[in-house]
């Protein structure tokens, strides 16, 4: 018997920042047939309010080093302010949605990343993810809407990548659903040409991610986003697209589809 | 057949304050056998957060004027930082804990409270509880973790008042249970002197608290706690305790009883 086909969606920051995108998004979001999952970061609000508290905002190699008092300013943010609102506007679209961090229902176990170069602080890895727990909801018709926070099991929650969240979250549940991936960013895909925002490459198998790997077609920001993507296929996910926040609605088929 | 019994407590802000009293409680929390809820408030937070991001705390009749802005603090403070905390401590614990507001599968629903001498802007009056889906978790050994916000079913969220989003609860899953209410606070009880925190009243009934009220027995402080238990006792929940954050593991019977 085949499996049922569960959709996974991460927004990015440029839909979240955006009242008018994200009202627009969560609408496409609500109207998705199916078990779903929402999972949503939200950096630029937590630095602005990190600001507003005077808690100091240190970036390391575009990632945040995050302390005690960075930690909680996240916490408020992402699973407060951010995660509540989503919840509440999915509710007033009729999608039964429950917003989550990886403590919630030990949904999302992760380890304090190990201090090697870089002391990251409070950051956690992704160990395993909870699906029975999480499968409960799916199976009740409820729609988990996880933001980018996790625990270590021993009471300390952890700031954790969005996009890990969501691949692991692909990746768990691959073993009751057919896993398919979207990453909804700023961009309308993986682009072969960064000064062109219609150079997207259509499909990028392994064989081609290793061929464009060594010849260097690959932008900074987008290598660990790729990395993401190949690790989850090679998991156990169905498939994975990248694109804008549209993605998943669109016939015109301007985004990324990474495969086997 | 009678009914399982379920416990719901509301813990104040003298327990959700003070690390050392809220690690004691979540250790016994998490120790009480069968279905349970916890709910907690959190405005002291709430209000020191506000000062540092330059927010004003208005005050009405000792309730708080919920303006946007207080409404945004309040939902990060709540529904992020205390919630999430005492979610990842509990699931230290083995607590499968799962932090909630009443947005959160669509669990608590209200109406905007209309503006009568006072506008208290973004607050709700809970309408009513959506038991089926918080029984899906219960059923599911989960335990919820209600913070003190509810939306309207439009998009909308509400500060509402944490003493009546426990009573609401109570009475709402009193059809499948037998509830058991506890609200644990700064006293051991409902006192009869209030200089004395020894003269606790061991047990209230409707007739001695309509005697009490004649009597002008009742401290305005305690007055809608009290309307609040007797709601709750007059609607379905089987019982009503108040005292500190020991009651429910004490005794000694340092507590007040509230019963038909």
Same mark, same amino acid.
């Given at each position: 018997?085949?499996?049922?086909?569960?959709?996974?969606?991460?927004?990015?920051?440029?839909?979240?920042?955006?009242?008018?995108?994200?009202?627009?998004?969560?609408?496409?979001?609500?109207?998705?047939?199916?078990?779903?999952?929402?999972?949503?970061?939200?950096?630029?609000?937590?630095?602005?309010?990190?600001?507003?508290?005077?808690?100091?905002?240190?970036?390391?190699?575009?990632?945040?080093?995050?302390?005690?008092?960075?930690?909680?300013?996240?916490?408020?943010?992402?699973?407060?302010?951010?995660?509540?609102?989503?919840?509440?506007?999915?509710?007033?679209?009729?999608?039964?949605?429950?917003?989550?961090?990886?403590?919630?229902?030990?949904?999302?176990?992760?380890?304090?990343?190990?201090?090697?170069?870089?002391? *990251?602080?409070?950051?956690?890895?992704?160990?395993?993810?909870?699906?029975?727990?999480?499968?409960?909801?799916?199976?009740?018709?409820?729609?988990?809407? *996880?933001?980018?926070?996790?625990?270590?099991?021993?009471?300390?929650?952890?700031?954790?990548?969005?996009?890990?969240?969501?691949?692991?979250?692909?990746?768990?549940?691959?073993?009751?659903?057919?896993?398919?991936?979207?990453?909804? *960013?700023?961009?309308?895909?993986?682009?072969?040409?960064?000064?062109?925002?219609?150079?997207?490459?259509?499909?990028?198998?392994?064989?081609?991610?290793?061929?464009?790997?060594?010849?260097?077609?690959?932008?900074?920001?987008?290598?660990?986003?790729?990395?993401?993507? *190949?690790?989850?296929?090679?998991?156990?996910?169905?498939?994975?697209?990248?694109?804008?926040?549209?993605?998943?609605?669109?016939?015109?088929?301007?985004?990324?589809?990474?495969?086997?």
């Amino acid at each position: 018997m085949s499996k049922e086909k569960i959709s996974i969606l991460k927004i990015g920051g440029n839909i979240i920042e955006n009242e008018e995108k994200l009202t627009a998004f969560l609408s496409l979001f609500s109207k998705i047939k199916g078990p779903k999952i929402l999972v949503h970061g939200g950096g630029k609000s937590a630095t602005q309010f990190s600001q507003k508290l005077g808690v100091e905002t240190k970036m390391m190699n575009g990632r945040r080093i995050t302390d005690k008092d960075s930690l909680d300013v996240i916490t408020m943010v992402y699973a407060g302010l951010i995660n509540k609102n989503i919840v509440a506007n999915l509710q007033r679209l009729n999608c039964d949605a429950i917003g989550m961090s990886g403590a919630d229902a030990g949904s999302i176990l992760s380890v304090k990343r190990p201090v090697k170069d870089i002391d *990251f602080g409070w950051v956690g890895d992704v160990i395993s993810i909870n699906a029975k727990n999480i499968n409960r909801l799916l199976n009740s018709e409820i729609t988990p809407v *996880f933001c980018a926070i996790t625990h270590d099991g021993k009471g300390q929650l952890l700031n954790t990548n969005a996009d890990t969240i969501a691949a692991e979250l692909a990746i768990g549940l691959s073993e009751i659903y057919e896993s398919h991936l979207y990453y909804c *960013f700023e961009l309308n895909g993986v682009l072969l040409d960064i000064s062109d925002e219609n150079s997207v490459i259509e499909r990028i198998t392994t064989d081609d991610y290793e061929q464009l790997l060594d010849q260097n077609l690959i932008s900074n920001g987008m290598l660990p986003k790729l990395k993401n993507c *190949f690790d989850a296929i090679n998991k156990g996910v169905s498939k994975v697209y990248i694109g804008n926040e549209n993605l998943f609605n669109q016939t015109d088929k301007k985004y990324t589809t990474i495969q086997l």
